[in-house]
């Protein structure tokens, strides 16, 4: 284990399903991101939160919707999703104004079906 | 914004062979330069960095070298052996920006044949 911890581990779910992932870190940081990675684009970021607060939004649609209610927890809501979202959803959390890299989870690995 | 650029995209080396991966990034100002390996299954874990102010750091069979004038840096891992097949990947950042936003590179899938 990282410390970072994501589940689930894998999700298959339908078009019209709503479903959520969930990352947790034990390492005490303040910054946490979602990337999406896929055969076309590696390592894709999507959202970042630093101290709690939305820091950047890249352009993803709005089916997928970020939250993170404390600096320890971030989840990704899901709904409406489309095959092409099929891929692997990857947590990471850093020390806000430190300079280091970050710490990723294991992943949830999504097929939309 | 910062663009990073790796090459190769696939690497085969023989075991006990070197294996040099080279990246290189847009924006003077990112100072922060980490390396990630990605096994199967597995999300990607930090395996050696280095900041601007160094031109270059080892840690065993794994070395980084930067040239910030060039704007590149390179990982060199000797000795390969199986255990070393994954996928890496280079990033760069301003370190201290807010959210620390990493820009990685493309990714290298490395092969290491016994």
């Known amino acids: 284990e990282t410390g970072v911890t994501q589940t689930p581990r894998h999700l298959v779910m339908g078009m019209t399903n709503k479903k959520s992932l969930k990352c947790e870190q034990h390492?005490?940081?303040?910054?946490m991101y979602w990337y999406k990675q896929s055969a076309k684009k590696p390592l894709e970021l999507m959202f970042v939160?630093?101290?709690?607060?939305?820091?950047e939004n890249n352009s993803v649609p709005s089916r997928f919707s970020p939250e993170c209610p404390n600096s320890s927890h971030l989840f990704l809501h899901l709904h409406t999703l489309q095959p092409e979202d099929s891929a692997l959803y990857l947590c990471?959390?850093?020390?806000?104004?430190?300079?280091?890299?970050?710490?990723f989870g294991s992943g949830t690995r999504l097929t939309v079906v | 914004g910062e663009n990073v650029e790796q090459h190769p995209s696939t690497l085969s080396v023989q075991e006990g062979d070197s294996a040099v991966i080279k990246c290189t990034y847009s924006?003077?100002?990112?100072?922060?330069f980490p390396w990630y390996k990605q096994e199967l299954g597995k999300g990607p874990q930090l395996i050696i960095d280095?900041?601007?102010?160094?031109g270059e750091k080892k840690d065993q069979r794994i070395a980084v070298t930067l040239n910030k004038t060039a704007k590149h840096f390179s990982l060199h891992i000797t000795e390969t052996q199986p255990e070393d097949s994954a996928v890496y990947f280079c990033?760069?950042?301003?370190?201290?920006?807010?959210?620390?936003?990493?820009?990685f590179g493309g990714g290298t899938r490395v092969l290491v044949k016994p």
């Open positions: 990471a959390s850093s020390q806000e104004g430190g300079v280091g890299g970050y710490t």
């Open positions: 390492l005490g940081h303040n910054a």
């Open positions: 939160y630093s101290l709690e607060e939305r820091v």
């Open positions: 924006d003077s100002a990112s100072n922060y």
């Open positions: 280095i900041r601007s102010n160094v």
């Open positions: 990033a760069a950042t301003i370190g201290g920006a807010a959210g620390n936003k990493l820009t």
